[in-house]
Nanobody, 115 residues
Framework: VQLVESGGGLVQPGSSLRLSCAAS????????MRWVRQAPGKGPEWVSS????????YYTNFAKGRFTISRDNAKSTLYLQMNSLKPEDTAVYYC?????????RGQGTQVTVSS
């Protein structure tokens, strides 16, 4: 089971980024997926979740209206579109799933929002 995030970077406040998470080693289309983030000096923070079929989506309060989670099961890829980014969105973003009762996380992608 492998998850590989990409798409992070250094952007100015108000900018947008699209994160991707390429999955392999398991039947991606049968698993719920989520994005979490971890800011420097803080614990992991849940951002958004999506069910296996992509029909049900959930967001934490700070993500509602700015972030959009989606997935392409044919490509085994999870996405997070982030708009109107703020300095407080600066964090390492991880995609996660629970496989065999164990939480699996990728290596993360750094998002830095700064002027």
């Amino acid at each position: 089971v492998q998850l590989v995030e990409s798409g992070g970077g250094l952007v100015q406040p108000g900018s947008s980024l699209r994160l991707s998470c390429a999955a392999s080693g398991f039947t991606f289309g049968t698993y719920d997926m989520r994005w979490v983030r971890q800011a420097p000096g803080k614990g992991p923070e849940w951002v958004s979740s999506i069910d296996s079929g992509g029909d049900k989506k959930y967001y934490t309060n700070f993500a509602k209206g700015r972030f959009t989670i989606s997935r392409d099961n044919a490509k085994s890829t999870l996405y997070l579109q982030m708009n109107s980014l703020k300095p407080e969105d600066t964090a390492v973003y991880y995609c996660e799933t629970t496989h065999g009762g164990i939480s699996i996380r990728g290596q993360g992608t750094q998002v830095t929002v700064s002027s």
